[in-house]
């Protein structure tokens, strides 16, 4: 991958899953879209919102970070190397990015403070603009 202009890895942009995306967009269930395309982080991070909205925190968290991990494998398949850019304004990474922070906010609803805030920290990290936006 190319560097930037600030000496910094570039950013890292997912590919897009049209046919995982437009299934969700056409309400199939979440559920339905995450068997059908395990791989896909905003299935993944669609059912963990939906569970912390419903009270089941240990749901989510489980969800959450099953979106996390998914996320992270297809970031590293496409040049990521630990750090840099996920740009929420590219929005095949906004599923990645909605993962993590539902992770963190179920990390931190079950009182496991350090991943709470380690979470915290990748997502500002990550993008300042999804920090913002999923705070």
């Known amino acids: 991958m190319s560097q930037n202009l600030l000496g910094g890895p570039a950013p890292t942009l997912l590919p897009d899953e049209p046919e995982a995306a437009k299934l969700l967009a056409d309400g199939v269930?979440?559920?339905?879209?995450?068997?059908?395309?395990?791989?896909?982080?905003?299935?993944?991070?669609?059912?963990?919102?939906?569970?912390?909205?419903?009270?089941?925190?240990?749901?989510?968290y489980?969800?959450?970070?099953?979106?996390?991990?998914?996320?992270?494998d297809a970031l590293r398949r496409n040049g990521w190397k630990?750090?840099?850019?996920?740009?929420?304004?590219?929005?095949?990474?906004?599923?990645?990015?909605?993962?993590?922070?539902?992770?963190g906010r179920a990390a931190?609803?079950?009182g496991e403070d350090g991943e709470a805030e380690r979470c915290r920290t990748f997502l500002r990290d990550?993008?300042?603009?999804?920090?913002?936006?999923?705070a």
């Open 62 to 72: 489980a969800f959450a970070r099953t979106g996390y991990h998914r996320g992270l």
């Open 82 to 103: 630990g750090h840099g850019p996920v740009p929420w304004e590219h929005v095949p990474n906004r599923g990645f990015l909605r993962a993590l922070a539902a992770l």
């Open 108 to 110: 931190a609803a079950i």
């Open 29 to 60: 269930e979440p559920h339905e879209v995450a068997a059908k395309f395990p791989t896909y982080a905003a299935a993944w991070a669609v059912l963990a919102e939906g569970a912390f909205e419903r009270g089941d925190v240990i749901e989510s």
């Open 126 to 134: 990550s993008s300042e603009t999804a920090a913002q936006a999923l």
